[in-house]
Nanobody, 121 residues
Framework: QVQLVESGGGLVQPGGSLRLSCAAS????????MAWYRQAPGKQRELVAT???????NYADSVKGRFTISRDSAKNTVYLQMNSLRPEDTAVYSC???????????????WGQGTQVTVSS
């Protein structure tokens, strides 16, 4: 089994920063792509950023230049550094990892539990 634990959300003023973490544990052989999604109230889930196993990152236009995704493969952890936060960044942020099982050697998508980020004065 695989477990994902997210941390780092909270309330921040506009212009502030937060760092989200998502740590995976369990029967992991390898983690391929990692991603962060967000969903604001009344809106569809949005892909925020992705990072490949080789470290190539891609971002939604709305966060380019403000957010940075990174990974620590030794710790099976993905991070999202969010700077210059805006009220429109308010959402529940969830990590999504493509994990190859050390039992079956089949890859599957796993989701974190979600963490609330609120940007407000």
């Amino acid at each position: 089994q695989v477990q994902l634990v997210e941390s780092g959300g909270g309330l921040v003023q506009p212009g502030g920063s937060l760092r989200l973490s998502c740590a995976a544990s369990g029967t992991i052989f390898r983690i391929d792509d990692m991603a962060w999604y967000r969903q604001a109230p009344g809106k569809q889930r949005e892909l925020v950023a992705t990072i490949t196993s080789g470290g190539t990152a891609n971002y939604a236009d709305s966060v380019k230049g403000r957010f940075t995704i990174s990974r620590d493969s030794a710790k099976n952890t993905v991070y999202l550094q969010m700077n210059s936060l805006r009220p429109e960044d308010t959402a529940v942020y969830s990590c999504n990892l493509l994990i190859v099982s050390s039992v079956s050697f089949v890859n599957s998508n796993y989701w974190g539990q979600g963490t609330q980020v609120t940007v407000s004065s």
